[in-house]
């Protein structure tokens, strides 16, 4: 009795699968497919993601080095951007990447360790009681600045900082292998004030990059 009650159950359980999927059966279809036909649709949400890098190990964090001196050269390595200091003019310091899966807004923020200053690394007596807060108090043209301002160029947009950050503003998905940006500095003029040629000075900053979405 147990046999055939089975063999029932099989048989009634066969032809309700041809009615419902006929089509189904006919192409050997995947159970998503059948579930599909329901009325019940499997929905996969993909989460936002948002990268921003200097170099091809993801770093975020890039030294800037502004050199004074007859001797000073420049010079380009993963986290590092040594460039000659020539106040008033645009210097490229090459690209950083940004990747982005998402169609809206985003927002580059670019932070100044030394609020948007170029400081010098190392500093003598001699330069100690030749300038006070950037304003020389000793001849004309012969001390140095405390401080050197400097406004960042991203992808060909000058951006002034706000208090101790840069922005910019992109929106839009990029390649699987992101957008390359470019990146330059440009330093502000310094009236008045000629570098000696037989001495060099290192200026220094640090820039520390983020995203998020708007």
Same mark, same amino acid.
């Given at each position: 009795?147990?046999?055939?009650?089975?063999?029932?159950?099989?048989?009634?359980?066969?032809?309700?699968?041809?009615?419902?999927?006929?089509?189904?059966?006919?192409?050997?279809?995947?159970?998503? /497919?059948?579930? /599909?036909?329901?009325?019940?649709?499997?929905?996969?949400?993909?989460?936002?993601?948002?990268?921003?890098?200097?170099?091809?190990?993801?770093?975020?964090?890039?030294?800037?080095?502004?050199?004074?001196?007859?001797?000073?050269?420049?010079?380009?390595?993963?986290?590092?951007?040594?460039?000659?200091?020539?106040?008033?003019?645009?210097?490229?310091?090459?690209?950083?990447?940004?990747? %982005?899966?998402?169609?809206?807004?985003?927002?580059?923020?670019?932070?100044?360790?030394?609020?948007?200053?170029?400081?010098?690394?190392?500093?003598?007596?001699?330069?100690?009681? %030749?300038?006070?807060?950037?304003?020389?108090?000793?001849?004309?043209?012969?001390?140095?600045?405390?401080?050197?301002?400097?406004?960042?160029?991203?992808?060909?947009?000058?951006?002034?900082?706000?208090?101790?950050?840069?922005?910019?503003?992109?929106?839009?998905?990029? %390649?699987?292998?992101?957008?390359?940006?470019?990146?330059?500095? /440009?330093?502000?003029?310094?009236?008045?004030?000629?570098?000696?040629?037989?001495?060099?000075?290192?200026?220094?900053?640090?820039?520390?990059?983020?995203? /998020?979405?708007?």
């Amino acid at each position: 009795m147990c046999t055939k009650r089975s063999a029932i159950a099989s048989v009634l359980a066969s032809a309700y699968l041809m009615l419902a999927f006929p089509n189904a059966l006919a192409q050997g279809a995947t159970p998503a /497919q059948g579930v /599909q036909g329901l009325g019940t649709s499997l929905s996969v949400s993909i989460p936002t993601i948002l990268l921003v890098s200097i170099d091809i190990e993801n770093n975020r964090t890039l030294n800037l080095e502004g050199v004074f001196g007859e001797k000073a050269s420049a010079a380009s390595s993963p986290g590092l951007r040594r460039f000659l200091l020539e106040p008033g003019r645009a210097i490229g310091l090459g690209e950083f990447r940004v990747f %982005s899966n998402r169609p809206g807004a985003y927002r580059i923020s670019i932070r100044s360790l030394n609020q948007a200053m170029l400081v010098p690394i190392r500093e003598s007596a001699e330069d100690a009681e %030749s300038s006070v807060g950037g304003v020389s108090v000793a001849e004309p043209g012969s001390a140095w600045p405390k401080g050197i301002p400097y406004s960042l160029i991203l992808d060909g947009t000058p951006v002034r900082a706000d208090a101790d950050r840069f922005f910019l503003l992109a929106k839009g998905k990029t %390649s699987t292998t992101g957008a390359s940006l470019r990146l330059g500095i /440009q330093i502000d003029d310094l009236p008045g004030f000629k570098a000696p040629r037989s001495k060099g000075k290192v200026y220094a900053d640090t820039l520390f990059f983020d995203i /998020q979405a708007e």
